[in-house]
């Protein structure tokens, strides 16, 4: 296994990742970059073993809907790193099964891939979404044949892929990219059924980077996304070679979707997870600015604190739902229940915006206008600071603009804008939700309920 140390050195292997334009050799020189990559070398150092033929221990899959739940907080706990880094192997497992009989060619490479990939210690990142050019057309309709990643040449040990993969969390920071299709491919499109590990440094590989980390302001005044910020990326492939060892599919069009749908499974209970937190998180934000305000117990603001607690129980109550009704793969994995975990989601994500309404109703204008930290260092302004920003002996002027920042920096800055956009978007948007959705409700149920209350038969 590598230490900390090691994984940040061994980021050092001449890769191609930019930053605002700027080819960027030392990641310690760029805070957005040096910030992640330290709390990814802390998740190194946290499971580190010295033992010869250690793994990192986490990188299990559960066996029950109890393992599910366990499983929970050790996905909270994980830097996001290892997080897609566990989800890319488990994707690789699933796969593998779901292939196995119809394209047992790739089954040998997959397992010997993931038993490297382990005992190298390596972290993955997980690379769907393509740039998709005109959204209506399929691959093979665009004008740009380069819109969704393809392989432009065979040869007897491997192929050469081009393309780009759009928005890929932490892409800067791994070593390999899992590159898969995003989506189900029709025959003629066999280019494009395309499912491979692509090494961070190499050849024709070139990375660049956005992120919301404050780079350059105060951290005190960003408590949240100074500590913890990920970069997002567009992974550019001009004419990549892959070896054959590291192709996982190629031009079986069927299979096109099963790398993504076994992604699924894995991604969504994290996620979920992370919803559910994040709702808990907006409901103490805004009793603690109330109490500090002394509106904790007016009539409206306890009315909207109750509302974002409905919420936020109602997110958990989807959760648990999804771990009771899991299932099991033909393998014996267990993931959580499509339809609980896509409602939750949904609404999670619907819903953020009138959590964060309330939070922002409640707490008042400081939430942007809260002296900056630095300014209470000031010996001339901290005095009337302390007295203007305190709001009585209990509430020192220094504590209350504490969480007015860590409510700015959670849903009105940067980083709220990036839980704004990600929430929507994230396992496909609000329409790939709804989808799912539907697909497993239970509709003639509701139709013969329906049926019964109109006195009409039911058949
Ligand atoms: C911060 C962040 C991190 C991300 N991390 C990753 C990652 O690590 N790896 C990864 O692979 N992806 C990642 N994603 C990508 C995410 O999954 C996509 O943003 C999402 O799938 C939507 O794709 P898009 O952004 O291309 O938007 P679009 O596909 O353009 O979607 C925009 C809207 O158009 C609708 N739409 C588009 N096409 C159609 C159609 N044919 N029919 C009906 N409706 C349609 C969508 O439903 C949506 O409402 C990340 C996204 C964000 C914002």
């Known amino acids: 296994m590598l230490t900390g140390q090691q994984y940040k050195d061994s980021l050092q292997d001449g890769r191609k990742v930019y930053f605002e334009g700027r080819l960027i050799e030392d990641f310690s020189t760029e805070p957005g970059l040096a910030v992640p990559m330290n709390v990814a070398a802390e998740g190194y150092d946290k499971y580190f073993s010295a033992e010869p033929g250690a793994l990192n221990p986490v990188i299990t899959a559960p066996r029950s809907a109890e393992d599910l739940r366990e499983k929970i907080p050790e996905l909270l706990e994980m830097d996001l790193l290892l997080n897609v880094t566990y989800q890319s192997i488990m994707t690789l497992i699933v796969a593998a099964s779901r292939i196995a009989t119809s394209a047992p060619q790739f089954i040998p490479r997959i397992e010997a891939y993931i038993e490297k990939a382990r005992r190298d210690d390596i972290r993955i990142t997980e690379c769907i979404t393509d740039a998709k050019g005109n959204r209506s057309k399929s691959p093979s309709q665009q004008d740009d044949p380069d819109a969704y990643v393809r392989v432009v040449e065979r040869r007897e040990d491997g192929v050469v892929i081009r393309g780009a993969k759009l928005h890929i969390s932490a892409a800067a920071l791994g070593h390999h990219m899992m590159v898969m299709p995003t989506k189900t491919m029709k025959p003629g499109e ?64 069927e299979h096109a979707a099963v790398f993504a749908h076994s992604l ?180 003639d149920r509701a139709k013969r309920l329906a049926f019964r209350a109109a006195g009409l038969p039911s058949s």
């Open 190 to 253: 066999e280019d494009y059924a395309i499912a491979c590990a692509v090494p961070v440094n190499a050849p024709g590989v070139h990375i660049t980077n956005t992120t919301y980390h404050p780079t350059d302001r105060d951290p005190r005044d960003f408590p949240v996304s100074s500590e913890k910020s990920v970069p997002d990326s567009m992974c550019i492939f001009d004419d990549v070679f892959i070896p054959n060892e590291h192709i996982f599919l190629d031009g079986q069009v």
């Open 264 to 443: 699924g499974l894995w991604e969504r209970l994290g996620g979920t997870a992370f919803m559910v937190e994040q709702a808990d998180e907006l409901v103490g934000l805004a009793q603690l600015i109330a109490e500090a305000n002394g509106t904790q117990k007016i009539s409206h603001v306890r009315e909207k604190i109750d509302e974002m607690i409905i919420h936020a129980t109602l997110l958990r109550a989807g959760l648990e739902a999804a771990i009771m009704h899991a299932h099991a793969t033909p393998e014996g994995f267990y993931y959580p229940d499509d339809m609980y975990t896509n409602v939750t989601k949904y609404q999670g994500a619907v819903q953020f915006g009138t959590m964060v309404r309330h939070l922002h109703d409640i707490a008042g204008g400081a939430v942007l206008t809260a002296p900056s930290m630095s300014d209470f260092d000031n010996e001339t302004l901290r005095p009337f600071l302390e007295k203007y920003m305190s709001t009585g002996d209990e509430v020192s002027g220094e504590y209350r603009t504490k969480i007015f920042h860590a409510i700015r920096d959670t849903t009105a800055d940067a980083y709220g804008g990036w839980h704004l956009v990600t929430n929507i978007q994230s396992g496909g948007g609000l329409f790939a939700q709804r989808l799912v959705t539907r697909r497993h409700y239970d509709m």
